[in-house]
């Protein structure tokens, strides 16, 4: 239990990164071509945490055929509930879509959980680095999920909630990965891990793109938000 604790301590600080984000957009009213460019950036970081982050440890850990199924399954996943905050009525369609950027920024800071958990069971430095290096990446998740769905209608009762529940996601999810993944084999992390990769892919790419284009930011911006939330994962991976 003890060793627990600070896990879980340094889960809390990519959750505060996500909930200031969340704050930020509920104090203010940005207007949508702003709140389109944020999500072009959470994009790329949740792209850059797949590909830079999440896709080397399971190339590693990971037997391809296994992977390649999990990686689908954790798409299933996220297509599954798409569907289901859809409930197939027109009028629920654009809070759906809303609930899914949502989702997505949950499944970020899961896996920003999950790696902090399971790198501190490798050595607790591995755990602070990749901790400390989503504070600011996921600000940018935090203000575009909010301030979409503030965009969306969605009341501020249920938006206020999500940013005080979201950010506990990653504690819980460190306290998980360090308790069942310490001694745990490479390939049992790697299928951990390879289904939070499937699920954030599929979401980014079928969800938080599309609202990011909805509001029709100049090309100009998004692009080079999506690049600047890409480069910034990078350089968070690799300090």
């Not at 490798?122 to 990446?137: E, T, Y």
């Not at 950010?167 to 049992?188: C, D, K, M, Q």
Request: proline letters at 5%.
């Amino acid at each position: 239990m003890q060793d627990l604790i600070p896990i879980v301590a340094l889960a809390l600080l990519p959750a505060a990164g996500t909930m200031i984000g969340g704050v930020i957009a509920e104090c203010s009213r940005p207007p949508d071509w702003f709140v389109g460019t944020a999500l072009h950036a959470a994009a790329g970081v949740a792209i850059g945490v797949v590909a830079i982050a999440l896709i080397p440890r399971i190339l590693v850990g990971g037997e391809v055929a296994v992977s390649a199924l999990l990686l689908a399954c954790g798409m299933l996943a996220a297509f599954l509930l798409a569907r289901g905050f859809g409930g197939g009525r027109s009028e629920r369609q654009g809070k759906a879509a809303g609930l899914m950027v949502a989702a997505t920024v949950a499944a970020d800071l899961a896996g920003d959980g999950l790696m902090t958990g399971a790198g501190s069971a490798v050595a607790s430095r591995l755990g602070l680095i990749l901790a400390v290096s989503q504070i600011l990446g996921n600000m940018p998740g935090g203000f575009a999920a909010i301030a979409n769905l503030r965009r969306r209608e969605l009341p501020r009762s249920r938006r206020l909630l999500l940013i005080g529940v979201i950010p506990l996601i990653a504690p819980l999810a460190a306290a998980v990965g360090f308790i069942t993944l310490r001694g745990a084999s490479e390939a049992i992390q790697a299928a951990a891990l390879t289904l939070m990769a499937g699920f954030l892919l599929l979401a980014t790419v079928e969800d938080v793109l599309p609202e990011g284009d909805r509001p029709r930011p100049p090309r100009r911006y998004s692009t080079a938000a999506f690049a600047a939330g890409f480069v910034g994962m990078f350089a968070f991976a690799s300090s």
